[in-house]
Each structure stands twice: as structure tokens, then as C-alpha cells.
């Protein structure tokens, strides 16, 4: 079993929908978490980023974390097509990061 | 603020040429730095991190190396690259804990 499973996609959803992207975990010693946006050929860039289980919203975006199920969630409201890019969870102990495989989202106009 | 870049953006090389690829970071100082590759279609491998100057820890045995001549400066090496070394390789640094900041990545083709 993999550390950290996220669905590879790929999510194409129509401009103005709601986003649910998932991460699960086994390793619940992790204490960050993190999601990642990367567009085509470009560094990935920090999205969100939360230590406690809960949501926290920025904007159009909400992180939610549930440590008891060990999964990750990150909800995008009102997607646009800018927001068509590959997404990847991230967690990390101490030192130790480990990344989710990315799931590639698309936002039709 | 801090920055980080990364350098060259594209390579293309022959298989046995050598490879060096530079990563310096402003605005802060003794980071954690690390080397990832991601190949296409997949997750990120870590390559290796360093915590300090001098000092590198190397995540998978390969045909690369790592150096860490100045306190913001990463550097990732081969002496003679292989058809696998292909793929996008990202320097990133962090806080000694905490989220990790990328750099552009670097576009390496192995011919």
C-alpha cells in the first residue's frame, strides 16, 4: 500500500462547478498537509497549507483534513478554466515530505 | 520575501555528456534544500536534500550526485547521463519543517 493514494484523474468538469479533489493516507503520524497546483511545465506552487483537522478556505479554495479517516480534501468553488492544472497532495513528518501522484483537473469553458 | 531560482529551464544532451543544473535561493538562510524529478505522467522522486552546507543525503542510488558548495546554492550532477535521467527535475527548499517552496523546474531530454 502506497503511503499516500490520489486519484490520477483525469477531472474534467464544466466553468462554474464545484471540485472535490481527494488524498488518503496510512501514516498517521503525519502532521502538515498541503496542496499543490502545478500548470504544464511549470514548478508546482503551495495552494494551502494546514496542520489541524478542519477546513480552511482561501478564497474559492477550502482544505479540509479528517486525521481520524486519514484523507485530505480540497474543494474548489466555482472552478474556472484557469484552474485547469494538475493538483497534488503533500504531507510531511518532521523532514520526511511524501506527495500524492497528482490528478490532472480541466475546466471547460 | 524569498526566491528561488533554477537553472538552465531546458536541456537537451547527448547520453554521456555531463549534466549540471544550479539552484540558488534569496531571502532566507540555512534552508533545507532538495532535489526532485518527476517524470512524465508520474509522482515526484526525491532525489536528495541537504540541511547544511557540505552535507547531502541521497534518497535513490543513481547515476546522479549532489553538491552544496554555498548556503543558498544546490547543485544536481552527472558525469556521463543515461536515456533514464530524462524528465523534469525541481529544486525546492523549506523551513526546517513546514511546507515546501519549488523552484520553476528544469526540463532535461536525453538523446
Known amino acids: 500500500q502506497k503511503e499516500v493514494e490520489q486519484d490520477p484523474g483525469p477531472l474534467s468538469v464544466p466553468e462554474g462547478a464545484i471540485v472535490s479533489l481527494n488524498c488518503t493516507y496510512s501514516n498517521s503520524a503525519f502532521q502538515y498537509f498541503m496542496w499543490y497546483r502545478q500548470y504544464s511545465r511549470k514548478g508546482p506552487e503551495l495552494l494551502m497549507y494546514t496542520y489541524s483537522s478542519g477546513n480552511k478556505e482561501d478564497g474559492r479554495f477550502t482544505a479540509q483534513v479528517d486525521k481520524s479517516s486519514k484523507y485530505i480534501s480540497l474543494f474548489i468553488r466555482d472552478s474556472q478554466p484557469s484552474d485547469s492544472a494538475t493538483y497534488l497532495c503533500a504531507m510531511t513528518l518532521l523532514r520526511d515530505m511524501r506527495f500524492g501522484a497528482g490528478t490532472r483537473l480541466t475546466v471547460k469553458p | 520575501s524569498q526566491t528561488i531560482h533554477q537553472w538552465p529551464a531546458t536541456l537537451v544532451q547527448p547520453v554521456g555528456s555531463p549534466l549540471s543544473l544550479e539552484c540558488t535561493v534569496e531571502?532566507?538562510?540555512?534552508?533545507?534544500l532538495y532535489w526532485y524529478r518527476q517524470a512524465a505522467g508520474r509522482g515526484l522522486q526525491l532525489l536528495f536534500y541537504s540541511v547544511g552546507i557540505g552535507q547531502i543525503s541521497s534518497e535513490v542510488p543513481q547515476n546522479l550526485s549532489a553538491s552544496r558548495p554555498q548556503d543558498r546554492q544546490f547543485i544536481l550532477s552527472s558525469k556521463k547521463l543515461l536515456l533514464s535521467d530524462s524528465g523534469f527535475y525541481l529544486c525546492?527548499?523549506?523551513?526546517?519543517?513546514?511546507?515546501?517552496?519549488f523552484g520553476e523546474g528544469s526540463r532535461l531530454t536525453v538523446l
Open positions: 525546492a527548499w523549506r523551513p526546517h519543517t513546514g511546507e515546501l517552496f
Open positions: 531571502g532566507t538562510s540555512n534552508p533545507n
